[in-house]
């Protein structure tokens, strides 16, 4: 090939290869490019590492991003769509934030700073939101009045109830009260058989699910009874189930009952097991023993306890750091794991305990350990953005628990307001700050409420004079519905993945064992190279 504008070597070397034979001269080389997992988080070598003292080299992209999956274990029996769980905060996770996060293919867990009816409320109020057959509907008798079925529609979140001659189901159907025959009706005393609906379409007991929508679609009914030879009340479905099935296919579900997957989190005081006992009757899928230190006697009593009492129902153990501390719950019983202590954007336990470690050295300690056993890992803490994610994923949990990212949202029970700089920000506050240890719901009234409060278990400072704070109060910038936020931060795992060359999470960690994903360490110079150096910009995460 002739020269156009002269000949120079290239790095001291005056006679090129040919470049026919790039690909078989990398086997020249003792290793592949950048380090391997082990070396990348040897403490002895380097010392405990943050999800920013790390990158993770690219591989070769050979697919779409669209093709990329993202299914992955929270449980040793339940596995998401999307590896995005939302944190046990009170100012993060209740009823709408669980049941958003669930149609997005994550999972919520709902916190326990509150009353245990309460609680079982919200958990109830998630399962009632999708179904396939509804087998337990809301079921009112012809004497109901109207303003009491508007009461239940306020309570349930949602209208559209049958009228049977008991009240109950396994009774004779006698017509169905909807939406529209309530609202515009004056007189509250007026009992539902004046208004309701009797002009039926129904399915007989026996009929399949698929069978039924069908029957549905084409009635164009709101909703279809399910009754037996008699016209007893069996169970029914809903036209807006068929609606959400449509609009949200990675939905987490049970693949039965079609309901959402709900998770809350307990404590482990005596008092948690008769609350505990609540939030099964409500429907509760999933446990979250949520406590700073989850290595105590306490938690492993309690895991064990519910192994026993609850067999079918999942248990995740935690806050563990350590394959020391795994191990205890491992062999307790738990189905998963939280890992993270101190690294969350609203926790100072390391500054005020001494206790704690580095996140990126915490997952990947814990979750290779626990990979031996088939528990599988949520990284808990640490979260600021999608890279953050990916690398968490990368050092071996199968899904991210989040609290400060999604405290911004609108399906967060956060108060929004105006801050001092004049932008949308929304309360968020740590477990352990003193605002949300002396928050007085989850005593419903009570004298010591102190002693029934979650963050002062979660700390174990149910009988101290003086509280330590281990987190603080603030505010986080307001981020938009989770409907369009985790979509947003799904895309970024899968666009970072294809980047990656993995095709699947089983792949990313397959890859990171055997050696061929490979990662580079990042000096405080590369941290500031790898950030945005502009006199002035604007920072739009997603459109």
């Known amino acids: 090939m002739p020269s156009l504008n002269g000949s120079t070597p290239v790095n001291g070397s005056s006679k090129a290869l040919d470049y026919h034979t790039a690909i078989e001269a ?18 002895k070598q380097r010392g405990g590492l943050t999800y920013n003292d790390f990158l993770i080299l690219p591989g070769y992209i050979g697919f779409p991003a669209s093709e990329v999956v993202l299914d992955s274990p929270v449980t040793k029996r339940i596995t998401l769509k999307i590896p995005f769980v939302s944190s046990p905060m009170d100012t993060v996770t209740e009823h709408e934030m669980a049941i958003h996060m669930a149609l997005q293919g994550g999972l919520g867990v709902i916190h326990h700073n509150c009353s245990p009816d309460a609680q079982a409320d919200m958990v109830r109020k998630v399962k009632r939101y999708e179904n396939g057959f509804i087998v337990d509907p809301v079921v009112i008798s012809k004497e109901t009045t109207v303003g009491e079925a508007r009461a239940l529609k306020e309570k349930w979140g949602f209208g559209g109830f049958p009228v049977t001659e008991s009240g109950k189901l396994g009774s004779k ?3 169905i009260v909807t939406n529209r025959d309530l609202q515009f009706e004056d007189d509250l005393s007026q009992t539902v058989d004046k208004v309701m609906v009797t002009d039926l379409v129904t399915a007989q007991l026996g009929v399949t699910l698929p069978e039924a929508n069908r029957i549905l679609a084409k009635s164009r009914k709101g909703k279809l009874p399910i009754v037996d030879k008699d016209f007893n009340l069996v169970s029914m479905i809903s036209r807006s189930d068929l609606t959400k099935n449509l ?5 987490s579900k049970l693949p039965d009952s079609k309901q959402l997957i709900c998770a809350a989190a307990i404590g482990t005081r005596p008092e948690d097991k008769t609350r505990l006992q609540k939030l099964v009757d409500a429907g509760l899928d999933v446990v979250v023993l949520d406590s700073s230190q989850g290595n105590s006697m306490y938690q492993i009593d309690m ?5 026993q009492e609850y067999p079918g129902l999942d248990v995740i153990g935690g806050n563990v750091v350590t394959r020391e501390q795994a191990a205890n719950l491992i062999a307790a019983g738990v189905d998963g794991l939280r890992i993270g202590m101190g690294s969350g954007s609203a926790c ?3 500054e005020v305990m001494a206790v704690g470690r580095p996140q990126a050295a915490a997952v990947y300690s814990v979750s290779a350990f626990a990979a031996r056993f088939g528990v599988p890992c949520i990284a808990d803490g640490g979260v600021q953005n999608v ?11 199968s899904t991210v628990m989040m609290g400060g990212l999604l405290a911004g949202t609108t399906e967060s029970p956060g108060t929004s307001f105006v801050s001092r700089e004049g932008k949308l920000v ?3 506050r740590g477990m352990g700050s003193i605002d949300a240890m002396q928050d007085k719901k989850a005593g419903a009234g009570a004298k010591n409420s ?3 409060n979650a963050g002062t278990a979660r700390y174990f400072s149910e009988g101290d004079s003086v509280l330590v704070a281990q987190g603080v109060s603030g505010a986080v910038a307001h981020r938009g519905s989770v409907g369009k936020f985790v979509p947003y931060l799904a895309a970024g795992l899968k666009h970072s993945m294809q980047d990656c060359g993995m095709r699947s999470l089983k792949e990313l960690h397959e890859s990171a064992a055997n050696g061929i994903l490979r990662f580079e360490v990042r000096t405080a110079s590369a941290q500031l190279e790898g950030g945005v150096n502009m006199e002035s910009y604007e920072k739009k995460l997603y459109a």
């Open 450 to 452: 102190q002693a029934s």
């Open 303 to 307: 895991v064990k306890w519910i192994k």
């Open 26 to 43: 990398l086997n020249e080389y003792k290793s592949r490019d950048g380090l391997g997992i082990e070396d990348l988080v040897d403490t």
């Open 247 to 251: 609009h949200f296919p990675l939905a």
């Open 426 to 428: 929304k309360a968020y």
């Open 348 to 350: 100072i336990t390391q």
């Open 387 to 397: 890279g953050h994610i990916v690398k968490g994923l990368a050092l071996g949990a």
């Open 173 to 175: 159907l006698l017509g």
